[in-house]
C-alpha cells in the first residue's frame, strides 16, 4: 500500500499540535496533547502497516503473501489500551491538583477541630450516661439485694434435695 497523502499530513499536523500544546504548562493542555499524539501515533503504525490483504487467517489453497500482517492491528489496539490508561492517569493528576488549588494555602491539611470537639463532646456524654446507668443498675441490685439471696438459698436447697434423692423417685421397687 502506498501511504495517502492525506493521512500523511493527517498525521504530521497532530503530531505538531500535540507536541505544541504539550509544552504549556496547564495540565489539560497536557492531556490535550497526549492524546493529539497518540492518534498520530496510531496513524503512523497504520501507514506503516503494509498493502491491505485477505484476513490473517491460513486456510488450504490461500497463498501466504496474500494475508496482511496482523502484527498493525495488534500495535494500534495495545496503543489504544495504553493512551485510554495514560488519559485516566492524566485526569486523575488534573482532578487533584484542581482540589489542592482549590484549597488554597491550607493544601491536604483539612481543618479537623471542630470535628473533634463534635467527638469529645460526643465521648463526654457516653461517659456520663455510662456512669449514670451503672449507678441506676447498682441501686437496683442493692435494693432487691434480700429477695435475691432468698431465691439463691431456695434454689440451692432445691439442688441438695435432688442430689440426696434416690436415682428413679426413690420408693418405686
Not at 77 to 91: D, E, K, Q, S, Y
Amino acid at each position: 500500500m502506498t501511504a495517502s497523502l492525506t493521512l500523511v499530513v493527517l498525521m504530521a499536523v497532530l503530531f505538531g499540535a500535540g507536541i505544541s500544546v504539550m509544552l504549556e504548562r496547564s495540565l489539560t493542555r497536557v492531556l490535550i496533547g497526549f492524546l493529539l499524539v497518540g492518534n498520530a501515533v496510531n496513524i503512523l503504525i497504520y501507514l506503516m502497516s503494509g498493502a491491505p490483504g485477505l484476513a490473517p487467517i491460513l486456510n488450504d489453497g490461500v497463498d501466504p503473501e496474500a494475508i496482511s500482517d496482523p502484527l498493525p492491528q495488534a500495535f494500534v489496539l495495545t496503543a489504544i489500551v495504553i493512551n485510554l490508561g495514560i488519559t485516566a492517569f492524566m485526569l486523575a493528576l488534573i482532578y487533584r491538583s484542581w482540589w489542592l488549588a482549590k484549597l488554597g494555602a491550607k493544601g491536604d491539611l483539612v481543618d479537623d477541630e471542630a470535628e473533634l470537639i463534635e467527638d469529645a463532646e460526643e465521648t463526654a456524654d457516653l461517659i456520663r450516661s455510662s456512669a449514670a446507668d451503672d449507678e441506676a443498675i447498682q441501686s437496683l441490685i442493692e435494693a432487691s439485694d434480700e429477695e435475691f439471696e432468698d431465691e439463691l438459698e431456695r434454689e440451692a436447697s432445691d439442688r441438695d434435695d435432688l442430689e440426696t434423692r434416690p436415682p428413679n423417685g426413690g420408693d418405686r421397687r
